[in-house]
């Protein structure tokens, strides 16, 4: 399922994806997983991806296919295709990790679609914004941290 993929200049292609990238504000976490993560769903990637296209104008489009093939432990195996082209011609493909997905055609679906967003962010740079905690986190750990440097002192000074 490996792809050979042909390097070769895009000058155009790489302005275009500059330009792109510097228009993009990154999409919130809208959906939340199955176990309670949250994270930007396809749609919310695509969307700000095609949403920085206009505004910089770049000339970007993108496509993706999904490959698969029956692997030999009889499950199906599945490698998102990711093509950018610019409006000059240039383009490029860009291979995604390969997934697992199963006999199930709904498991398979939910597979592809996960893939082609873990792609798609890969391609174009996507890192969805966390939500912000004002530092909650952060004062969190360091109060565990305080709390273990605390103890770890109070065992050494009852050591001697």
Known sequence: MRQNIEFKP???LNDGLYKLQMAMKQPDKTKTGV???KYADLNDVA???RK???E???GIAFVQSV???IGPDGKE???VMTIITHTSGEYMMIEGLPVSGSNNSQEAMKAATYAKRGSLMAAFGVTPKDEDDDGEEMTELQKHLNSELEQKKSCSSQMY
Request: hydrophobic share 25%; aromatic share 0%; glycine share 4%.
């Open 10 to 12: 895009t000058p155009e």
């Open 77 to 79: 195996h599945m490698q």
């Open 67 to 69: 490959n698969s093939e």
């Open 35 to 37: 176990h309670g993560s």
């Open 56 to 58: 910089s104008n770049a």
């Open 47 to 49: 969307n700000a991806i």
């Open 52 to 54: 920085a296209n206009r």
